[in-house]
């Protein structure tokens, strides 16, 4: 199971959380985790390239954490960036509640 777990202050999203392995398939032909993978390094791209945030993330086998500052989570870019993942992850894993799943913590 991957669970996607959004971050939000004051209604901005702050970065998500993405942990474990959907299980869906074998490791190498598992098509959800491929596009929950895709998704996910989309958000480390426009960062890092597009957006030029440093130290924003922390990567490991089956663990992805991506969290800005409340500063830089104002950014328009930033919010466009983050809510175009958050529908892209929700239309991915629509139908898969077995393998992955989708939250939304206020902190």
Do not use: P, R, W, Y
């Not at 202050?9 to 490791?27: A, P, Q, V």
């Not at 393998?99 to 939304?104: D, G, M, N, R, S």
């Amino acid at each position: 199971m991957t669970k996607i777990t959004f971050f939000k202050k004051n209604d901005l999203i702050t970065g998500f959380e993405i942990s474990g392995h959907t299980g869906k398939d074998e490791i190498g032909k598992d098509l959800l985790c491929c596009q929950i993978s895709t998704i996910a390094q989309l958000a480390v791209v426009g960062l890092k390239e597009i957006a030029k945030v440093e130290e924003f993330c922390e990567i490991s086998d089956g663990f992805l954490k991506i969290l800005v500052n409340f500063k830089n989570a104002q950014k328009n870019d930033i919010q466009f960036l983050f809510k175009t993942c958050f529908l892209s992850f929700q239309s991915v894993i629509q139908g898969e509640k077995k393998f992955a799943k989708l939250e939304v913590k206020n902190v």
